[in-house]
T-cell receptor, first 114, second 113 residues
Framework: DTAVSQTPKYLVTQMGNDKSIKCEQN?????MYWYKQDSKKFLKIMFS???????INETVPNRFSPKSPDKAHLNLHINSLELGDSAVYFC?????????????FGPGTRLTVL | AQSVTQPDIHITVSEGASLELRCNYS??????LFWYVQSPGQGLQLLLK??????LVQGIKGFEAEFKRSQSSFNLRKPSVHWSDAAEYFC???????????FGAGTILRVKS
């Protein structure tokens, strides 16, 4: 059973399009995260939700909008895609909201904007 | 703000040789420290973590790490590297009362036979 799953695994799209990435966790965790890993492999947090409540919102363009329909799902919607959005996006989850709790990562979604 | 430095971008070791990956952090108090591994095309997997107590922490896959407060370091070690250890390794830090995990830039480990 996959603990944290993401779809799609690969996403290739044109500039200006709108796309979504979905994430689901079956660990019963209360907190979920989105991270962006750029071409230099630097991993940076974007958003975090705890029980459907936004608790971390880093300096991210407002073209990025997370949505959590329930605590097992955290989706990422991106409007008006730009070349610089090309990256690998990782979803993660943890039992508690603190950064000290072990985070479990999904396999990543590689987004390529042409 | 806390930060994490992994000074080695790439490291190459021979199979069977010992390994040490360096990690230094910047934070006023004792943070919570983690090492994650990312195999090609995969997500990150936790190797080990340090919160308090014994400064030598054992993890999965034969890895260990030692917390040295005086050096603000949390270096990862393995006595004998296997070819399957080739991956990218990330050190991360979280403040005790914060809600954010901060990652280092990663170290790519190559294993030669």
């Amino acid at each position: 059973d996959t603990a944290v799953s993401q779809t799609p695994k690969y996403l290739v799209t044109q500039m200006g399009n709108d796309k979504s990435i979905k994430c689901e966790q079956n660990l019963g965790h209360d907190t979920m995260y989105w991270y962006k890993q750029d071409s230099k492999k630097f991993l940076k947090i974007m958003f975090s939700y705890n029980n459907k409540e936004l608790i971390i919102n880093e300096t991210v363009p407002n073209r990025f909008s997370p949505k959590s329909p329930d605590k097992a799902h955290l989706n990422l919607h991106i409007n008006s895609l730009e070349l610089g959005d090309s990256a690998v996006y990782f979803c993660a989850s943890s039992h508690d909201r603190g950064g000290t709790d072990t985070q479990y990562f999904g396999p990543g979604t590689r987004l390529t904007v042409l | 703000a806390q930060s994490v430095t992994q000074p080695d971008i790439h490291i190459t070791v021979s199979e069977g040789a010992s390994l040490e990956l360096r990690c230094n952090y910047s934070y006023g108090a004792t943070p919570y420290l983690f090492w994650y591994v990312q195999s090609p095309g995969q997500g990150l997997q936790l190797l080990l973590k340090y919160f308090s107590g014994d400064t030598l922490v054992q993890g999965i896959k034969g890895f260990e790490a030692e917390f040295k407060r005086s050096q603000s370091s949390f270096n990862l070690r393995k006595p004998s590297v296997h070819w399957s250890d080739a991956a990218e390794y990330f050190c991360a830090v979280a403040p005790e009362y914060g809600n954010k995990l901060v990652f280092g830039a990663g170290t790519i480990l190559r294993v030669k036979s």
